[in-house]
């Protein structure tokens, strides 16, 4: 079964810290490996994503780590503010076919 | 550029009723995608449409869901008869083609009582 695990379910972090989410996974065909934020009452959008042949890759304060051999990817978020508190999805997708994490609600205090 | 639209935002049904949901994805793009997401979990496939033709409903529970695109544009899911457990928000996600960004609607809520 294809099945994309996530921790922490939830994470404080104080302004200005660091917000780390890891994901790991089994399915060696997942190709593509997005995040997404999600705000109460609204759909999940597109963050970042990552390829497999990419290592990292860094988007203003938001970075994908990603280490193949281990299957596992984390989002880091550099010096974290109230208005990125969220929940956020780590996603991958093998054929036509994305399999979401279970979520980790993020909440940053001033 | 609008977004993805749903309707309704919320239904509250009783188990055994009928209902359907209706969404209308960004213009042009050609994969839509309806997704359930339970509380406090991600959200999980249920039917992907390539234009008017299902890609995949292999997690699509047919005896009582059913979904259509007619015309490759706007599309419905349908459950019938509800369920208590079925009680979640409904996702409707399109992209330009398979493989490609997915944007995501304000999705529909359901409580079934």
């Known amino acids: 079964q294809q099945q994309v695990k996530q921790s922490p379910q939830s994470l404080i972090v104080q302004k200005g810290g660091i917000s780390i989410i890891n994901c790991a996974y089994e399915?060696?065909?997942?190709?593509?490996f997005p995040w997404y934020q999600q705000f109460p009452g609204k759909g999940p959008a597109l963050l970042i994503a990552?390829?497999?042949?990419?290592s990292e890759k860094k988007e203003g304060r938001f970075t994908i780590s990603f280490n193949k051999s281990a299957k596992q990817f984390s989002l880091h978020i550099m010096d974290s503010q109230p208005g990125d508190s969220a929940t956020y999805f780590c996603a991958a997708n093998a054929g036509n076919m994305l399999t979401f994490g279970g979520g980790t609600r993020l909440m940053v205090k001033p | 550029e609008a977004g993805v639209a749903q309707s309704p935002r919320y239904k509250i049904i009783e188990k055994r009723q009928s209902v359907a949901f209706w969404c209308n994805p960004i213009s042009g793009h050609a994969t839509l995608y309806w997704y359930q997401q339970i509380l406090g979990q991600g959200p999980k496939l249920l039917i992907q449409?390539?234009?008017?033709?299902?890609?995949?409903d292999s997690q699509l529970p047919k005896d009582r869901f059913s979904a259509e695109r007619l015309k490759g544009v706007d599309s419905t899911l349908k459950i019938q008869p509800a369920k208590l457990e079925d009680s979640a928000v409904y996702l409707c996600a399109s992209s330009r083609g398979q493989k490609e960004t997915q944007y995501f609607g304000p999705g529909t809520r359901l409580l079934v009582l």
């Open positions: 990552i390829r497999p042949d990419v």
């Open positions: 399915n060696t065909a997942f190709d593509y």
């Open positions: 449409f390539q234009n008017n033709g299902v890609v995949d």
